[in-house]
C-alpha cells in the first residue's frame, strides 16, 4: 500500500486530508460545502441556538443548489459581532465563515473546534488533529486512492429509497439496512459493504456511498 494511502488512512488532521483531496482534485465546492457542515453536525447537540441549527441547514441545501447563495448570506445565524468568547456566542460567529461567498472549509472546522473549547479558541490553528473531523473527511470522501467502481446494477429501488429517506432526513442509522439492500442487489464491494457497516463510522450529507446511490457527485 503507497504510503500516501497508509496516511489517508490513519491521518488525524482534516486539513492534511482536505489538502490531499484538493491535490487529488476531488474537493469539489458541494463536498467541501457539506464537509463544513458536518462539523457543526459532528456537535450538533451542543448547539443550542436555533438561528444557528437553521443556518447550517440552509448551507446544506445551498450545497444542493436548492438555496441560493444570496439567501445563505441573509440566514438568520449570520454574525459579525462577538461578544463574549463562550460556546454559543463562538459557534454563531462560526456561522460567518460558512456563509462566506469563499467559504474554506478548513477553517470553518477549526472556528467549531475553537467554539466547542473556547479555553483554546486562541491557540488552535487550522491544521490540529480532530480525529472526528478526519474521520468526517472520510466519510465524505472515501479512499480516493481506491476508488470503487459504482454498477448501477446496484442503484435498486430499495436501495434509492433507504439513501433518499437517509440523506434527506439527515439520520443515518440505516447504513448497515443500506449495505443489505446492495448486497442483496449483487454488491460485494468490501470498501462499500464495511463503510456501511462500520459502526464507529460518522455519517452525513455526503456520504459517499450514499452519494453513490443517489447519483450525486
Known amino acids: 500500500m503507497p504510503k500516501e ?17 484538493k491535490q487529488l482534485k476531488i474537493l469539489k465546492p458541494r463536498k467541501a460545502m457539506l464537509f463544513a457542515c458536518g462539523c457543526y453536525r459532528l456537535v450538533w447537540d451542543k448547539i443550542a441556538l436555533a438561528h444557528v441549527r437553521a443556518t447550517v441547514e440552509m448551507a446544506e441545501e445551498k450545497a444542493d443548489r436548492k438555496v ?8 438568520p445565524g449570520y454574525t459579525r459581532g462577538l461578544a463574549t468568547y463562550d460556546t454559543q456566542n463562538l459557534l ?9 461567498p469563499k467559504m474554506i472549509p478548513t477553517h470553518v472546522a477549526w472556528r467549531v473546534r ?25 466519510d465524505i470522501f472515501g479512499n480516493p486512492f481506491r476508488p470503487v467502481a459504482f454498477d448501477p446494477a446496484w442503484r435498486t429501488d430499495t436501495a434509492v429509497a433507504l439513501a433518499r429517506q437517509m440523506y434527506d432526513s439527515r439520520e443515518f442509522g440505516a447504513m448497515p439496512i443500506l449495505a443489505d439492500a446492495l448486497q442483496d ?10 463503510h456501511c457497516r462500520d459502526a464507529t463510522a ?6 459517499w456511498v450514499v452519494d453513490l446511490v443517489l447519483g450525486k457527485g
Open 202 to 207: 460518522p455519517h452525513v450529507r455526503g456520504c
Open 114 to 138: 475553537a467554539a466547542i473549547d473556547p479555553a483554546k479558541h486562541e491557540s488552535a490553528n487550522d491544521w490540529a488533529a480532530c480525529k472526528p473531523q478526519a474521520d468526517l473527511v472520510r
Open 92 to 100: 454563531q460567529s462560526s456561522v460567518s465563515s460558512l456563509v462566506t
Open 185 to 194: 442487489a449483487g454488491c460485494e464491494d468490501e470498501q462499500v459493504l464495511n
Open 68 to 75: 441560493k447563495p444570496e439567501e445563505l448570506r441573509r440566514a
Open 5 to 21: 494511502e497508509q496516511f489517508w488512512l490513519i491521518a488525524e488532521s482534516p486539513a492534511w486530508l482536505l489538502y490531499t483531496a
